[in-house]
């Protein structure tokens, strides 16, 4: 089981920066992949970017997001980060994290689809409110 708590959220205007963190329960998180999606209103939720296992060798990224995202963990503090740049209002959704897995071991293959399928993620976040304004 594991548990998943999103913090960084708030308002920013268009150009600013974010920093969201997800902090993780348990003790083996180095063997979840690790994704944040977002949810705007009157839309579906969608994938924003995702971070392999272990020592989070393989990254992928939504176009959307692509050199202004980055994402990144860090195993001994059982968290995963999103820092936004360049924010635009379009980024404007409830931000969720999400773990898949556990992997079988650290050198499992951690696809494109995978890494994009809701499916995958066993368990979520609550969610954080993020906000751009123009």
């Known amino acids: 089981q594991v548990q998943l708590v999103e913090s960084g959220g708030g308002l920013v205007q268009a150009g600013g920066s974010l920093r969201l963190s997800c902090a993780a329960s348990g003790r083996t998180f180095s063997r979840y992949a690790m994704g944040w999606f977002r949810q705007a209103p009157g839309k579906e939720r969608e994938f924003v970017a995702a971070i392999s296992w272990s020592g989070g060798g393989t990254i992928y990224y939504a176009d959307s997001g692509k050199g202004r995202f980055t994402i990144s963990r860090d195993n001994a503090k059982n968290t995963v980060y999103l820092q936004m740049n360049s924010m635009k209002p379009e980024d404007t959704a409830v931000y969720y994290c999400?773990?898949?897995?556990?992997?079988?071991?650290?050198?499992?293959?951690?696809?494109?689809?995978?890494?994009?399928?809701?499916?995958?993620?066993?368990?979520w976040g609550q969610g954080t409110q993020v906000t751009v304004s123009s």
């Open positions: 999400a773990a898949a897995g556990p992997a079988a071991g650290p050198a499992q293959y951690y696809s494109r689809t995978y890494a994009y399928t809701e499916d995958e993620y066993k368990y």
